[in-house]
C-alpha cells in the first residue's frame, strides 16, 4: 500500500469533472420535477445530447457552438416528451422510459459517422491561473462548462427560495389544481421546466463526449441519468444537496479508483460499489428534516378536473 | 401429358427457387456496441466477412448491448427460435447462457468466445491474447521512464489475468525496475469509467496504459495527458496513431467466422475447443509506430516472431507464483490447462486478485 502516490490536489480537480456530468443532468431533472413532472428520459436526453454536442463540435471546430448545440439538442428531445404528458395526458413514467430507449436509439444512428473522430479541445477557463500550486487546479484549473454546472445549481437554488417565478414553478409542482384555480399556466409552466431539464441533460451528456473521455461511442453515458434521476430524489429536491451528492458521488468514484491503483487491501467489489452507497447515506442522513416529495410529481394536470 | 410436364416443370422451378433461399442463418451475440472501436467491432468485422464470403447463401443477424447473465439467455434463445443455424455468443459472462440454451436446441449449433464449457453442440473458441500481451509488455517495458505501467482490467477472470502476467514477464525481462498498477473497472464498455481509470494511473505516475477494456477513451486519456502511450486493444485503434497508441492486439475473427459457418453449410461441424494465437492470425500485432525507438522495436519484433514459428512460449521457466512458490523450472513451458485456468499472479506483481 502506498497512499502518498495519492495526489490529494489532483484527487479533488478530477472528482469536479468527473461529478459535472452527473451534476448538470441533476439539477435539470431537479427543476423539472418541482414542477411536478417525473421525467424519466434523462438518459436518453443526455445520450442525445453527447452527440449532438459532439457532432456540432467536430464539424465547426468550436465546442462553445457544440455545447450550445448538445443543449439544444436535449431540449428538443424533451419536447416529445412534453407533447406525450402534457398536450396527449400520456402516462409519464411510460413516456420517460420512451424517451431514454428513443434517445438511445436516436444518437447511435446520428453518431454512426463520428466514431473514432477526435474532437476539438476544450481549453482552460482561466489559462494560466491554474498553474498556481494547490488552489490552481482546483479552483481555476477546469473547463468553462464546469464553472457553468456550479453557476446553474447556484441559480436554480436563488430562483426558487429568492423570485416569484420560483414560488409559482414550486406551486404548480405542490398542487397544480390550486395553482390553476389561481390562473396560472401549469402546462406552460411544465413545458419549460421539462426543456429546461433536457437542456441541461444535453449539456450533462456533452460534457461526457467533449471534455471528460473524450470522444464518441454508443452508449457512454452508461447509466449516468439514472444515477442523476436517483440523486435527486436522495437530495430531497434541493439544489445544494445536489451538488453535494454529485461531488460525493463523483469523489468517491474517482477516489475508489485512486485506491486500487495505490494497492489498498480492501476487496475491489466493496470499492466499487463504494460510490452508490456512500451518496445514498449521506443524502438519506441529511433528509431527515422530512423534505418531501413535490405533491403533485407525477400526476398528470388537465383543466377540466 | 404436356400439361402435366408443364406442371412438373413448375413445381421443379419453384422446388429450386425454393432451395436457392433456403439459407444458412447465422447469429451473433455482442457485449457491446458495433461502434465501440474496440471487441465488438472486430467481431462484428467478422460477421461482415461472413456475409462477404457467402453472399446470399447466408443471412447474419445480430444483438448488441447484450448483457451478460440472465438477459444473454433470452436474447439466445430468441435467435434460436428465430431459425438461426449457427450462433456465435462473443463473451466470456455468455457461457452458462449459451450451454443452458444449447440443451433446449440439439439443432442449432453454438459457438462460445473465451470460455471453457463444451457440449456436443457447443464449441469454445479463443485468441492467445497473452501472445500479444508480450509484445506489449516488452515495448512497454522499455519505454517507459517513470518505470510505472498503468493496466486497466476489466473482470478478474482468467484472460485477463492471464495478460497481466504475461505483459509483467516481458516487461520486467527488459526492465528490471518496471512496477504495475493495476485498476479493475468492473466492466468491459463503460468510456468514462475508463477514462477515470486511465487518468488516475496517469496521475499517479503511469507513462504507459495497457487496457484490458473495449472502448479508445483510455487513449484519449493519455494523449490528453500527452508524454503517455498506450496500445489498441482488440482493435487496431488506428486513430490514436502514431502517439499515443504505439501498437495494438487485433483480434481476426473473420477467417474463423468463414470456416465454421461453412462447416455448418457442408454438416461437417463438429464441437471443438479451439485456441489459436499470432501464428493461425487470430492475434494479429499492429502497426508498432515510429515513437518507439529501433531498440524496442526490434525486441518487440524478436519476441512476435519467436511466438509465431513456435521457437518461443511466453510463460517459459523458471517463473515463481506471486507468493514465491515455484510455478515453472527454468525451461518449463505452461501447459494450457493452467493457462485456460489462471487465478494467481507471477511473482513480483502487488495487489491481490479479487476474488
Same mark, same amino acid.
Given at each position: 500500500m502506498d497512499l502518498s502516490a495519492i495526489n490529494p490536489v489532483l484527487l479533488i480537480a478530477s472528482l469536479m469533472v468527473a461529478a459535472t456530468p452527473l451534476l448538470l443532468a441533476a439539477i435539470g431533472e431537479l427543476v423539472v420535477e418541482r414542477a411536478g413532472v417525473l421525467n424519466l428520459g434523462v438518459e436518453g436526453m443526455m445520450i442525445t445530447g453527447a452527440i449532438c454536442g459532439f457532432a456540432i463540435a467536430v464539424e465547426t471546430g468550436s465546442p462553445v457552438l457544440g455545447f450550445i448545440a448538445a443543449a439544444l439538442g436535449g431540449a428538443?428531445?424533451?419536447?416529445?416528451?412534453?407533447?406525450?404528458?402534457?398536450?396527449?395526458?400520456?402516462?409519464?413514467?411510460?413516456?420517460?422510459?420512451?424517451?431514454?430507449?428513443?434517445?438511445?436509439?436516436?444518437?447511435?444512428?446520428? &453518431?454512426?459517422?463520428?466514431?473514432?473522430?477526435?474532437?476539438?479541445?476544450?481549453?482552460?477557463?482561466?489559462?494560466?491561473?491554474?498553474?498556481?500550486?494547490?488552489?490552481?487546479?482546483?479552483?481555476? &484549473?477546469?473547463?468553462?462548462?464546469?464553472?457553468?454546472?456550479?453557476?446553474?445549481?447556484?441559480?436554480?437554488?436563488?430562483?426558487?427560495?429568492?423570485?416569484?417565478?420560483?414560488?409559482?414553478?414550486?406551486?404548480?409542482?405542490?398542487?397544480?389544481?390550486?395553482?390553476?384555480?389561481?390562473?396560472?399556466?401549469?402546462?406552460?409552466?411544465?413545458?419549460?421546466?421539462?426543456?429546461?431539464?433536457?437542456?441541461?441533460? +444535453?449539456? +450533462?451528456?456533452?460534457?461526457?463526449?467533449?471534455?471528460?473521455?473524450?470522444?464518441?461511442?454508443?452508449?457512454?453515458?452508461?447509466?449516468?441519468?439514472?444515477?442523476?434521476?436517483?440523486?435527486?430524489?436522495?437530495?430531497?429536491?434541493?439544489?445544494?444537496?445536489?451538488?453535494?451528492?454529485?461531488?460525493?458521488?463523483? &469523489?468517491?468514484?474517482?477516489?475508489?479508483?485512486?485506491?486500487?491503483?495505490a494497492g489498498v487491501a480492501i476487496p475491489v467489489e466493496y470499492l466499487a460499489m463504494s460510490p452508490y452507497l456512500i451518496t445514498i447515506l449521506v443524502l438519506v442522513i441529511l433528509s431527515a428534516d422530512k423534505s418531501n416529495a413535490p405533491a403533485s410529481l407525477g400526476r398528470t394536470f388537465h383543466a377540466s378536473s | 401429358m404436356k400439361r402435366t410436364a408443364l406442371l412438373a416443370g413448375v413445381a421443379l422451378a419453384l422446388g429450386l427457387a425454393g432451395a436457392a433461399v433456403a439459407q444458412t442463418k447465422v447469429g451473433f451475440v455482442y457485449v457491446g456496441p458495433v461502434g465501440d472501436g474496440g471487441w465488438t467491432y472486430e467481431h462484428n468485422q467478422g460477421r461482415l466477412a461472413v456475409e462477404e464470403e457467402f453472399g446470399d447463401q447466408v443471412e447474419t443477424v445480430y444483438v448488441e448491448n447484450v448483457a451478460e447473465g440472465p438477459d444473454a439467455e433470452r436474447v439466445i434463445t430468441q435467435m434460436a427460435l428465430q431459425g438461426a443455424d449457427l450462433i456465435f455468443t462473443t463473451s466470456f459472462g455468455y457461457m452458462d447462457p449459451t450451454v443452458n440454451v444449447a440443451a433446449k436446441f440439439p439443432d442449432v449449433k453454438f459457438e462460445h468466445a473465451t470460455g471453457y464449457k463444451t457440449a456436443p453442440n457447443v464449441s469454445t473458441y479463443s485468441a492467445r491474447f497473452y501472445e500479444g500481451r508480450a509484445v506489449q509488455g516488452t515495448i512497454a517495458g522499455m519505454m517507459t521512464e517513470s518505470n510505472i505501467i498503468g493496466y486497466i482490467g476489466s473482470y478478474p477472470i482468467p484472460e485477463v489475468i492471464r495478460g497481466i502476467n504475461s505483459a509483467y514477464i516481458h516487461a520486467k525481462k527488459v526492465n528490471p525496475d518496471v512496477e504495475f498498477k493495476i485498476v479493475w473497472a468492473y466492466t468491459w464498455f463503460d468510456p468514462a469509467k475508463e477514462a477515470d481509470a486511465a487518468k488516475v494511473l496517469i496521475e499517479q505516475g503511469a507513462d504507459v496504459i495497457l487496457q484490458h477494456t473495449d472502448s479508445t477513451a483510455p487513449l484519449a486519456a493519455a494523449k490528453a495527458a500527452g508524454n503517455v502511450i498506450g496500445f489498441g486493444q482488440a482493435s487496431d485503434m488506428a486513430e490514436y496513431k502514431p502517439s499515443p497508441r504505439v501498437s495494438s492486439i487485433i483480434d481476426n475473427w473473420a477467417p474463423y467466422y468463414i470456416q465454421r459457418t461453412r462447416d455448418v453449410m457442408d454438416g461437417t461441424w463438429e464441437s471443438q475447443s479451439v485456441w489459436q494465437g499470432i501464428d493461425a492470425g487470430m492475434v494479429e500485432i499492429g502497426e508498432i509506430t515510429d515513437t518507439v525507438p529501433e531498440e524496442a522495436k526490434a525486441a518487440a519484433l524478436e519476441v512476435m516472431n519467436g511466438i509465431a514459428n513456435g521457437e518461443y512460449h511466453p510463460f517459459t521457466g523458471p517463473l515463481n507464483k506471486q507468493d514465491g512458490t515455484p510455478w515453472l523450472a527454468e525451461g518449463e513451458i505452461a501447459d494450457d490447462g493452467t493457462l485456460a485456468g489462471m487465478n494467481f499472479y507471477v511473482e513480483g506483481l502487488t495487489g491481490e486478485i479479487p476474488q
Open positions: 428538443l428531445l424533451s419536447v416529445l416528451f412534453a407533447i406525450l404528458t402534457q398536450f396527449a395526458l400520456a402516462n409519464q413514467v411510460a413516456s420517460g422510459l420512451a424517451l431514454t430507449l428513443f434517445g438511445l436509439g436516436l444518437s447511435s444512428l446520428l &453518431g454512426q459517422r463520428y466514431v473514432g473522430i477526435k474532437p476539438p479541445e476544450t481549453g482552460d477557463a482561466f489559462g494560466a491561473l491554474g498553474d498556481i500550486p494547490v488552489i490552481g487546479p482546483i479552483l481555476f &484549473g477546469h473547463d468553462l462548462m464546469l464553472y457553468v454546472g456550479i453557476l446553474i445549481v447556484a441559480g436554480v437554488w436563488a430562483l426558487l427560495k429568492f423570485t416569484r417565478a420560483g414560488l409559482i414553478l414550486r406551486a404548480v409542482g405542490e398542487n397544480h389544481d390550486a395553482a390553476h384555480a389561481l390562473g396560472y399556466k401549469v402546462k406552460r409552466i411544465r413545458v419549460m421546466a421539462i426543456l429546461f431539464g433536457g437542456a441541461c441533460a +444535453g449539456l +450533462g451528456g456533452a460534457y461526457i463526449s467533449l471534455i471528460r473521455v473524450p470522444q464518441w461511442t454508443e452508449g457512454m453515458t452508461a447509466g449516468i441519468g439514472w444515477i442523476a434521476l436517483a440523486l435527486v430524489v436522495f437530495a430531497s429536491w434541493k439544489p445544494w444537496r445536489v451538488l453535494i451528492g454529485a461531488y460525493l458521488f463523483g &469523489g468517491v468514484t474517482v477516489l475508489q479508483l485512486n485506491l486500487q491503483a | -
